[in-house]
């Protein structure tokens, strides 16, 4: 078995390695997180705790699921809010963790109403033995809209709770942004501004997942309603990517240290999250769906990946896609590569056809006897919707032109992709 | 270009392993893992496959089974894991056995070298036989840190899996790339030494700190009547014959007659098939609800359109022409063909070996003789005669002798 130093520094606290269970339904107390240290995370973020006098009272059932053919939880729909246990035993088992794991990393999630709220938490976490504070200035469906991604949205009262926070610790702290904003930027900015070090991202993006076709209301069902709330898993990962994205490319922020999540599952989920800015990976759904163990292919593959980079420590890779996703108006819009075809691996079944005509450029041609595609490059525009749908990768990119009246030579084009070029077997 | 008879059945794509990992429940305390005798913990290297962790899974497989690669092929699967796994109270079992080849392939393709060599502890044992038994205890004993001699009759290692199995089922290449790893471990194969002819057990254990009987049952059965016909070969012959020609054999016969109904005849009855034998019939002593050769290699018989004849029994043959009649129903037939086909069991050899079997078998549980620097395991050995048990007593074995030598302790 691989073995390989997965361990990063993140925001001054060292980590065994980068994975962390992050602030919701998984590591809402000590026997839970203890498990999760036990089968190998790094660290947790404890669910977050509110203040004393605000009141957690649950719906049930509280989750829905999205599914695509036969594939469950493509995206995961909770409506549970914040910790429900009491801020003693909430603190109570902080303390408990770090004394029985002192090797791993206790990462405090809080949530106040107002500054009075998170000076007073940030100041019990500090004192319960945490490692780090995570502001929680994110979660979609709290009952009151003092709290959550309401305040998120307003970089002001960010600023304002942030420094509330420094005010009661001196632990690192991150803020954990929200999604549901057309640019995080300026709230992330406020965030530093106050005192966080560092940006926890995404928290779930609001949504209503399904309606029930006969009850004509949205899942799941409270007493005949339901409600607005966060979406995760799988689905997110893509926007979660662009605001890691965003993040590191915006003026100031090329350093950020970011905790990343949404919907990684695998260590090439992972890798991606990386590659894209993340120092330090959290998870929720996958674990919700399959358990702690996940973690051990999490970390095998990601050390195997690492060898196969050449690769000895984490921070080598952190942030090196950024520099390769650029504007749209950037790219190199004088050439396109024709899609190619192996007819050893062609089974004959027409999707690329079907999707050419149906949704590109009708620049395939179905032999009817044969049944057999051919690309007429008279119409392709080489958008590769066929590699897309093909269910044998058996379409690939061929030959590369350059656009009528554009100068370059066509061999100087770099096409090179696991996906198009060497499609899965 | 493969003939018909070196085909080995098509594998998975990345894409197809996906859909049937996919399948798999991801049980908790999953049952796959507990049913299989060699532990190779299908639950853990299948949920590798799902999370994309291809390295992890052949970690997985490999480390806990040195003939990963063989007993994805080889392993009637349906017997262990597959009868254990949960998604039968869905529709069917996961292909645990097609992930498996799947998984070790990639394996080989990556050319992954998985298995380390231990510290040496500067003690040595010899191994006599050289099949999947003395294999995995070879290589478990090089990753404690031993050193590993192995002593094997014929010219080529892997005994049975060498010479018994055919090449569609199980090519040559896999048994080659799974000895090499053992080699490149550090297993010496000492070639063509028979052990009591060439060299005695009294110099294996001079020279070394405890010897391994690893024989396994390798020596056909005959039925007296059969005796001295020119028509008839044994199951044992017939196989190595054809698997060292690669199937190119002369004097292919229009028909033959095969009388068994274990995994062996099944095997013996599809390569005739596939040698394109026009007809060949299968007469064999159980009825179909006693069977003894797999559902799997039954199923694969029938379907390569051999017919099967179930509750018979030879009362007589007159050169190419047998006689059989049913067990219970009054009923005889008579076959006239041009060859004929034994099998009906094979056995033990264990003459100057220092170890006493009966029925093909150690009467005692364990590995031990009474000889404390004598030790035996494989188809000798009490439990099931598959590749797959092999590969477990060969693991118990090498702690067995860990424990006697070294107590265990490094």
């Not at chain 1, 029930?212 to 005949?224: C, H, S």
């Not at chain 2, 299908?42 to 690669?69: H, Y």
């Not at chain 2, 799997?296 to 190419?320: F, M, R, S, W």
Request: net charge negative; glycine share 8%.
């Amino acid at each position: 078995m691989i073995s390989k130093d997965l361990s990063v520094e993140f925001l001054g606290v060292h980590f065994e390695n980068p994975f962390l269970l992050s602030s919701s339904p998984v590591d809402n107390c000590y026997e839970m997180c203890a498990k999760a240290f036990d089968e190998g995370w790094g660290g947790v973020v404890f669910k977050t705790i509110g203040p004393k006098h605000f009141k957690i009272n649950e719906v049930s059932p509280r989750f829905d699921e999205l599914t695509k053919e036969g594939t469950p939880f493509v995206g995961f729909k909770n409506m549970e809010q914040i910790a429900e246990h009491s801020l003693e035993e909430n603190l109570h088992d902080l303390r408990h963790l770090k004394d029985d794991y002192p090797n791993k990393v206790v990462i405090a999630s809080i949530m106040g109403t107002n500054e009075e709220d998170w000076e007073t938490l940030a100041q019990l976490v500090t004192e319960a033995g945490a490692d780090m504070i995570e502001m929680n200035l994110s979660c979609p469906q709290m009952t009151s809209h003092e709290m959550g991604s309401d305040v998120g949205t307003n970089p002001e009262l960010v600023k304002k709770y942030c420094a509330a926070v420094k005010r009661g610790s001196d632990l690192p702290m991150m803020a954990k942004m929200t999604p549901n904003i057309t640019d995080m930027v300026p709230a992330a900015k406020a965030s530093m501004a106050g005192g966080a070090v560092g940006i926890a991202t995404i928290n779930t993006v609001k949504s209503v997942a399904n309606i029930d076709l006969d009850r004509k209301v949205g899942l799941p069902i409270v007493n005949g309603k339901s409600s607005i709330s966060g979406f995760s898993g799988k689905a997110v990962k893509p926007i979660a990517l662009r605001f890691l994205q965003q993040l590191r490319t915006a003026a100031g922020l090329e350093q950020l240290p970011i905790s990343g999540i949404g919907g990684i599952e695998t260590w090439q989920d992972a890798a991606e999250f990386i590659l894209m800015g993340a120092t330090t990976l959290q998870v929720t759904t996958s674990v919700m769906q399959y358990g702690y163990r996940i973690v051990e292919d999490m970390k095998n593959g990601l050390m195997h990946y690492m060898e196969d980079q050449h690769v000895e420590h984490l921070s080598e890779l952190i942030g090196v896609a950024n520099k390769n996703i650029v504007p749209a108006e950037d790219l190199d819009r004088d050439y396109k590569v024709y899609p190619k075809i192996d007819w050893d691996k062609c089974i004959g079944c027409g999707r690329c056809y079907i999707s050419c005509f149906d949704g590109a450029h009708q620049a395939i041609t179905w032999d009817i006897k044969t049944r057999r595609p051919s690309i007429d490059t008279s119409k392709c525009v080489g958008c590769h919707l066929c590699n897309l749908v093909c269910p044998v990768g058996a379409i690939t990119t061929g030959e590369v032109v350059m656009k009528p009246g554009t100068k370059g030579n066509p061999e100087d084009v770099q096409i090179e992709s696991s996906r198009l070029t060497h499609p899965v077997q | 270009m493969s003939t018909k008879y070196e085909k080995e059945a098509p594998s998975y794509t990345m894409t197809t392993v996906m859909e049937e990992a996919a399948r798999c429940l991801l049980c908790h305390d999953a049952p796959c893992s507990k049913a299989c005798p060699a532990g190779t913990d299908p639950a853990r290297f299948i949920r590798s496959v799902r999370f994309r962790n291809l390295k992890g899974a052949a970690e997985t497989i490999r480390e806990n089974n040195a003939m990963g690669a063989i007993c994805a092929r080889v392993c009637p699967t349906e017997k262990y894991c597959e009868l254990a796994c949960s998604r039968t109270g869905i529709d069917c079992p996961i292909d645990i056995g097609g992930i498996q080849r799947f998984v070790t392939d990639y394996e080989e393709q990556e050319k992954m070298d998985i298995l380390r060599k231990g510290d040496s502890n500067g003690l040595s044992i010899a191994i006599v036989g050289s099949g999947p038994a003395g294999l995995q205890t070879a290589a478990t004993l090089l990753q404690k840190g031993y050193a590993v001699d192995i002593y094997e009759k014929n010219e080529k290692a892997g005994g049975y899996l060498r010479y018994g199995i055919p090449e569609y089922r199980l090519p040559d290449e896999i048994v080659d790339v799974e000895i090499n790893r053992i080699v490149n471990l550090g297993a010496e194969i000492k070639y063509n030494v028979t052990i009591g002819k060439d060299v005695t057990m009294a110099d294996l254990k001079a020279d070394h700190d405890a010897v391994v009987v690893a024989v396994g049952a390798s020596e056909a059965k005959m039925l007296p009547m059969f005796e001295g016909n020119p028509y008839v070969e044994t199951a044992v012959d017939f196989l190595a014959r054809v698997k060292e020609a690669k199937g190119d054999i002369d004097n292919i016969p229009a028909s033959a007659v095969v009388v068994g109904g274990g995994d062996v005849a099944m095997d013996v009855a599809t390569t005739l098939k596939r040698l394109d034998v026009k007809n060949v019939t299968d007469l064999v002593y159980e009825e179909f609800d006693e069977f003894k050769a797999s559902k799997k290699e039954l199923d694969a018989t029938q379907k390569a359109g051999v017919t099967i004849v179930d509750g018979y029994v030879p009362t007589d043959v007159d050169g190419n022409t047998i006689t059989f009649k049913h067990r219970h129903l009054d009923s005889e037939m008579t076959i006239k063909t041009d060859l004929i086909i034994l099998a009906v069991g094979q056995q033990v050899n264990t003459d100057n070996l220092g170890v006493n079997t009966d029925h093909g078998e150690v009467q005692h549980a364990g590995y031990k003789t009474d000889d404390e620097k004598v030790f035996f395991t494989g188809d000798i050995a009490q439990g099931d005669k598959t590749v797959v048990w092999a590969v477990r007593k060969g693991k118990e074995v090498a702690e067995e002798i860990d424990q006697a030598l070294l107590g265990g302790n490094k």
